[in-house]
């Protein structure tokens, strides 16, 4: 559908442009590894995790009319600070194209999704901050300043959006939660409900959803907590109500679905990482010089075009975010 002549040199995605393709490899090794029995489980999860079923097809269908409670508070005002060179992605598109391994490994999840429950919502802020606590979605609404930013997203399988977030600076959170001087890293854990995340009942992902960034990185103006998309509530399929948004990193450092901000002086490890740490490293800036071991990263198929675009060092924000790195040039910085 988006790739409508493929050019010669161009892998078919179900090959090359998908962060499952390797999972799936590896859940064969690790069957392998257990014994014969073991062997064809994840093939019959798979089966299932990519099957809706009737049943969330009828939630689909019920919570599809649902009313956000935060839907008065959006629009909100665009900072024109944040500028694209590229026009914005079609709201269909990028609202029906997805990475949620949640709600299982394809691209077409955004039905599958609307079962996720959205109220309450609590997030628990813990770990290295003065005083732990926890606070339901709509007071933290209240108590930070929306506002809509565009952004480029860069997906690792090479493929590109620009849409407009609504959110707040990640900064906000952190002075919400004021972390002790100790703290080096903020972990994020998104939510983990297997009764209506199917892809949560494949049992060899570790599950929850992880990710991390340093304090520094945190407090980078670009460090974005997204919680709307084209002037309205965040989508469930894009990571209602509160995701991460990392313009100069891989679009897998944004996790969807948040739950837990953790303050610590230990590196997370991400479920990525934990899953093929060769392929999906912590920093994972964006650099086209920097090949991922199974695909170049050197252009962008732009969604909602044919057409292949040069990918851009930190995705084009290195004017924001550069700085973050001279001195850990002995990192992995760029996978
Ligand atoms: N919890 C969670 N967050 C996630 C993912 C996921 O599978 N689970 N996928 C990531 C990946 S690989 C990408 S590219 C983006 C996609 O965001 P979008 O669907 O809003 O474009 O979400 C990221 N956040
Ligand atoms: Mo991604």
Redesign the pocket.
């Known amino acids: 559908m988006l790739t409508k002549v493929k050019k010669g040199w161009e892998l078919p995605e179900s090959a090359a442009t998908d962060?499952s393709v390797f999972r799936s490899r590896r859940s064969l090794i690790r069957g392998l590894a257990a014994g014969p029995i073991l062997l064809g489980a994840p093939a019959l999860l798979m089966g299932c995790k990519e099957d809706g079923g009737a049943a969330s097809a009828v939630v689909a269908e019920a919570t599809a009319n649902e009313v956000d409670p935060s839907a008065s508070l959006y629009p909100v005002t665009r900072n024109l600070r944040y500028r694209l060179d590229r026009p914005i992605t079609d709201e269909e598109l990028?609202t029906t194209y997805?990475?949620?391994?949640?709600f299982g490994s394809s691209k077409n999840i955004w039905k599958k999704a609307q079962a996720l429950p959205l109220r309450p919502w609590t997030i628990k802020i813990h770990g290295m901050v003065e005083k732990p606590f926890e606070i339901g979605i709509d007071d933290l609404l209240q108590q930070v300043q929306l506002e809509e930013r565009l952004y480029r997203?860069r997906?690792?399988e090479a493929w590109s959006?620009a849409v407009p977030w609504s959110g707040f600076q990640m900064s906000q959170l952190v002075e919400l939660a004021k972390p002790l001087s100790s703290a080096k890293y903020l972990r994020f854990a998104?939510f983990n409900d297997p009764d209506v995340a199917g892809g949560q009942r494949a049992g060899w992902y570790p599950w929850p959803?992880i990710e991390g960034v340093t304090m520094e990185e945190a407090m980078n103006e670009l460090a974005f907590m997204g919680t709307g998309l084209y002037g309205k509530p965040m989508p469930k399929?894009?990571?209602a109500p509160l995701?991460l948004v990392l313009p100069w990193k891989y679009?897998?450092k944004?996790?969807?679905?948040i739950v837990e901000v953790e303050f610590t002086d230990k590196r997370p490890i991400s479920f990525w990482e934990e899953i093929q740490g060769g392929e999906y490293g912590f920093w994972a800036n964006v650099n086209p010089d920097v090949p991922h071991p199974r695909w170049s990263q050197m252009t962008e198929r732009v969604l909602g075009s044919d057409e292949r675009v040069p990918t851009l060092l930190y995705n084009g924000y290195g004017e924001y975010v550069a700085g973050l790195y001279s001195g850990l040039e002995g990192e992995r910085l760029y996978m």
């Open positions: 962060e990028a997805n990475n949620y391994y949640e997203h997906c690792v959006m998104s959803y399929q894009n990571g995701r679009g897998f944004s996790s969807k679905g």
